[in-house]
């Protein structure tokens, strides 16, 4: 089944791969026996599920996540059990592309307006009054 993304975006279940490790944290014994921790990996540079803008966005903002090759590489060891940290990976990749699909908005120059400008000259000139006023009456 694929990972579902949103309506446009859909990761087949051949993309993704996992690897198990033995995690640390809590469990006694069982903790030296049980391979729990997950990591996956992802080809988000050849992934045919992103389209370009994404890709970019995505890989942008996720640098620390790639390695050279171009691999998505998540881990999770939150729980003892397996199966729920692959769970928890494929959340965190869909968190990720979530993310990487938000548009970042346009920034349009504004200019201050007029009392912004009057504030910032009157605290200028209390601020000057201030240290004007520390100051030892010298010889003028």
Request: one cysteine or more; hydrophobic letters at 30%; a positive charge.
């Amino acid at each position: 089944m694929p990972l579902v993304v949103n309506s446009q975006i859909q990761i087949p279940d051949e993309e993704l791969r996992f690897t198990y490790a033995r995690s640390g944290g809590p469990g006694g014994q069982n903790v030296n026996k049980v391979n729990s921790k997950a990591v996956l990996h992802w080809q988000a540079m050849t992934s045919p599920a992103l389209n370009q803008e994404v890709r970019d966005r995505f890989l942008t903002l996720h640098s620390t996540k790639v390695t050279n090759e171009g691999d998505v590489v998540i881990t999770s060891t939150r729980y003892r059990d397996q199966g729920k940290n692959v769970d928890d990976c494929l959340e965190k990749l869909k968190e990720l592309i979530v993310a990487a699909t938000v548009r970042p908005r346009v920034r349009r120059k504004t200019k201050p307006s007029r009392g912004s400008k009057e504030r910032r000259l009157a605290a200028k000139s209390e601020n000057s009054q201030r240290k004007r006023g520390r100051q030892s009456p010298g010889i003028e």
